[in-house]
């Protein structure tokens, strides 16, 4: 009697799968709380394309203090999500990251005024006081631009002081603060848009470059799903992504999420505004990327030179 080894066929029953892959561990760090400018990403670990393309992604949320450069350049984040400004001036310092990817084709971040505000254009802002972000670049640009000057109070991620004064002007997200504002008891507020001065950053995708080097297979399969998980939050049913948002952020309500998807949707964020269809999703360009630190030249803000946009953007690693 041949025993099993010997045997052309094994006994019945004896046949077994061979053990599946472990999943490949990936660590995202988000520059907010969970909310519906992550709808791509929390889109595609609801409904598993992250699983299913070989990946264990944890998607950890940020904050005031995300520091999302920080912890890519110290390898406790993989990828993480940023304004692609303070990608590259944190590259010029010397971080070893760089872009892999649009989250929107247009940074949301805007100057919210009051519907009723007579300042109707950038070069009224000269002798106003904003709120904002002091290390914007966008706000050396404008004074640079329009031979302007105005004062500049520290953001403080908050909507109240806006609320009561008719005539504060503020820095915001375009996606979610309109929300709370008129929630608050304000009209809904009118908006100068960062694009329309010519300063058309990219809300990005980042990764630590070492780490991309050793793992382009895994970078690819991650975009992928990534690109996927965005065409199916903002073409199909959101509900998987936003159960996981309520989860992880129990301040999003149903309400909130609703209106901020749709605001992305009609500022055509993803896409790109003069987009005709969502085939642009995810992609950047060396073209913008060229631009844009050419601009940050001509402010002084990175010195001429410093960097080649081959440094600071990989198209490699999209599908």
């Known amino acids: 009697m041949a025993l099993w080894g010997c045997s052309r066929q094994p006994p019945a029953g004896a046949a077994q799968q061979a053990p599946?892959?472990?999943?490949?561990k990936m660590t995202v760090q988000l520059d907010w709380v969970p909310q519906p400018e992550h709808?791509?990403?929390?889109?595609?670990?609801?409904?598993?394309?992250?699983?299913e393309a070989g990946l264990d992604v944890d998607l950890v949320p940020g904050g005031p203090n995300a520091f999302v450069m920080q912890k890519l350049a110290t390898g406790k984040a993989d990828i993480g999500q940023s304004d692609s400004t303070n990608t590259l001036l944190a590259i010029a310092q010397g971080l070893p990251i760089i872009?892999?990817?649009?989250?929107?084709?247009?940074?949301?971040?805007?100057?919210?005024?009051?519907?009723?505000?007579p300042v109707k254009s950038f070069e009224e802002l000269d002798g106003k006081t904003i709120m904002a972000r002091p290390e914007w670049a966008f706000l050396p640009y404008l004074k640079n631009?329009?031979?302007?000057?105005?004062n500049i109070i520290p953001q403080n991620f908050a909507v109240a002081n806006?609320?009561?004064?008719?005539?504060?002007?503020?820095?915001?997200y375009y996606i979610a603060e309109p929300f709370f504002i008129v929630k608050g008891g304000a009209k809904y507020p009118k908006f100068l848009y960062a694009w329309d001065a010519g300063f058309d950053a990219y809300t990005s995708l980042v990764a630590n470059r070492p780490w991309a080097q050793r793992n382009p297979d895994k970078v690819r399969a991650f975009m992928a799903?990534?690109?996927?998980?965005?065409?199916?939050?903002?073409g199909g049913d959101p509900a998987p992504a936003h159960a996981l948002m309520k989860q992880l952020n129990p301040e999003n309500t149903d309400d909130f999420l609703a209106f901020c998807r749709k605001m992305i949707i009609d500022e055509r964020l993803v896409i790109g505004r003069d987009a005709k269809d969502d085939s642009r999703t995810g992609r950047i360009s060396r073209e913008r990327f060229?631009?844009?630190?050419?601009?940050?030249?001509?402010l002084g803000i990175l010195p001429k030179g410093k960097l080649a946009v081959d440094e600071v953007m990989t198209t490699e690693y999209l599908p």
């Open 225 to 234: 799903a990534y690109i996927r998980g965005w065409k199916d939050y903002i």
């Open 39 to 51: 709808g791509g990403l929390y889109q595609a670990l609801a409904k598993g394309y992250f699983r």
């Open 290 to 298: 060229a631009i844009q630190i050419r601009q940050l030249e001509e």
């Open 20 to 24: 599946a892959a472990p999943l490949f």
């Open 162 to 172: 806006f609320i009561v004064d008719k005539n504060f002007i503020q820095q915001g």
């Open 99 to 117: 872009h892999i990817g649009a989250v929107f084709q247009n940074d949301p971040s805007v100057l919210m005024l009051h519907a009723d505000n």
């Open 145 to 150: 631009k329009y031979h302007i000057s105005f």
